[in-house]
């Protein structure tokens, strides 16, 4: 594949793959535009727990629905790192929508008609330009059946929760392994039978299983995988 064009890249996969790392890096490398689908659908969770539309571990629908118009996201350039932190209604919540009060209620958000085509319609539109680098759970079913290079993410359950447990841990957050590992499940069984825009590979996708590789050996992966 001729490095030349300028491609739609497509990273799905089960939460805590690392899907964000190693769309990063890819863009990086490339030097494309990095867009984190899996936050937009965080930042509506956050927004639904600030306005009492989550009470009581409940989720009222129709409130979210007719709020929606006042959810405002975009991506802006943190001017000490370079890195693109995703804001809600103009204030920086990179690091609000990632404690596991959000987790906990994420997939549940992520299953509601309206909340999915709303950040698809803002997914494509930020991606107009092509040189792109998204990942998420319907990338390249949904929103970009079409993409260049699709890839669909994996790794074992009790890898995954390691790694959440000390990406927490590095932030001084108290969590148990084993909540961590229950979320996970929990939320690959919303993901995978939700009714709208279910996780699944795309038929054209390459597998990656990441259980034991590292970031680099990824990358390594990516370029001998796709000739670039």
């Given amino acids: 594949m001729s490095i030349q064009k300028r491609l739609i890249i497509a990273v799905d996969g089960f939460s805590s793959c690392g899907k964000s790392t190693f769309a990063k890096a890819i863009a990086q490398k490339l030097g494309y535009v990095y867009i984190d689908t899996g936050a937009m659908y965080r930042a509506v969770t956050l927004f639904a727990i600030n ?16 709020s929606l118009v006042k ?50 319609e803002i997914q494509r539109e930020m991606s107009k330009e092509k040189g792109i680098v998204l990942d998420g759970r319907d990338i390249g079913t949904v929103v970009f059946p079409n993409a260049d290079i699709k890839i669909f993410m994996t790794a074992d359950p009790d890898v995954r929760a390691q790694r959440r447990f000390d990406e ?33 590979r795309a038929d054209d996708a390459v597998v990656l299983d990441n259980s034991y590789m590292n970031p680099e050996e990824q990358m390594v992966w990516f370029f001998k995988t796709f000739n670039l």
């Fill in 51 to 66: 306005s009492d539309i989550i009470h009581d571990g409940k989720l009222d629908i129709e409130r979210l629905k007719s």
């Fill in 71 to 120: 959810v405002k996201i975009d991506f802006r350039k943190n001017t000490l790192n370079g890195k693109n932190e995703i804001c809600l209604n103009g204030e920086n919540v990179e690091d609000k929508i990632r404690g596991m009060e959000v987790s906990e209620y994420v997939s549940t958000i992520s299953s509601v008609k309206e909340v999915r085509a709303k950040m698809v």
């Fill in 168 to 200: 927490s841990a590095a932030k001084g957050e108290k969590v148990s392994f084993d909540e961590i590992k229950l979320n996970i499940m929990k939320r690959d069984e919303l993901d995978t039978t939700r009714v709208e825009s279910p996780l699944k």
